[in-house]
């Protein structure tokens, strides 16, 4: 199952190569759509995930609000989240070691989760313009990550339970401003310009996510190769950053989590090599498609 939201902010599904408009599929075979919107399928839980996709199914075989995926207009999944994106920081050991003393001057390799967050006014979708913030940056930088959704309420989650909290994940470019990261001594500036958190196209649900060893995060810049990773490769996995996040703090339906970045972002080269207006930025996540933004 892969949702996705379409341009007037409506619930689609993909097939293939073919975009379901679920709320006019429901329209025309007179089945009621009670989840207009992603975030509601989300906050929905139970069998809501199921009957869209069932209705999926009927409106593919009978043709019905049916479009090629090159010709229809996506934005981010939820383009407007409730509460700002969490996300982790130096996740993947080598990317933690290539950033050694670059940003905040720490020499030592993390031994607790790093967290911080995003803002929601950073949220932009595919084919969205990133923007470069000239006046405020010329330390534009990429970083490609598997960000996953939360499916229902909790706290205090352990981690042999943190899967049943899991809608589904997508793809997400945490953009960073390296300079107003170091400026400030936190990330939260450098990390939530507007446009800074590209994410989409859609989202895979749970049930067909495969194993994280099966799953590959990759970044290309301009057609170059720049990061490529294993999901399994994370220092702190999915179970226990949900059972850490939890603690003595509710998680809610449709929070957002960006799960950390492999090595080959742009600080990590010497020289390094920062994003700049013109140049294409792909992440692709396994199951999820190319998520592709421009920098102007």
Sequence with gaps: MKFLTLERGQLGSLVDETVVDLAEAGRLLGKSLETPTLLELVEAGGDAARKAWDLTQDAIAQKIACYPYSEVKIIAPIPQPKRNIFCLGKNYLDHAKEMLGRVDKDEKLPTQMIIFTKTTTSVIGPGDDIPSHGD?????????????????????????????????????????????????????????????????????????????????????????????????????????????????????????????????????????????????????????????????
């Design 136 to 296: 405020l940056t010329s330390k534009l930088d990429y970083e490609a990550e598997l960000a996953i959704i939360i499916g229902k309420r909790g706290i205090n989650i352990s981690p042999e339970t943190a899967w049943d909290y899991v809608f589904g994940y997508t793809a997400f470019n945490d953009i960073s401003a390296r300079d107003l990261q170091s400026e400030h001594r936190q990330w939260f500036r450098g990390k939530s310009l507007d446009g800074f958190a590209p994410m989409g196209p859609v989202v895979v649900h749970r049930s067909i996510m495969p194993d994280p060893e099966n799953i590959e995060v990759c970044s290309r810049i301009n057609g170059e190769e720049r990061q490529r990773a294993k999901f399994s490769q994370v220092i702190f996995d999915v179970p226990a950053i949900i059972s850490t996040l939890s603690k003595g703090m509710t998680l809610l339906p449709g929070d957002i989590i960006a799960t950390g970045t492999p090595a080959g972002v742009g600080m990590g080269f010497d020289p390094p090599r920062f994003l700049r207006p013109g140049d294409e930025a792909i992440v692709e996540v396994t199951g999820v498609g190319q998520l592709i933004n421009r920098v102007v």
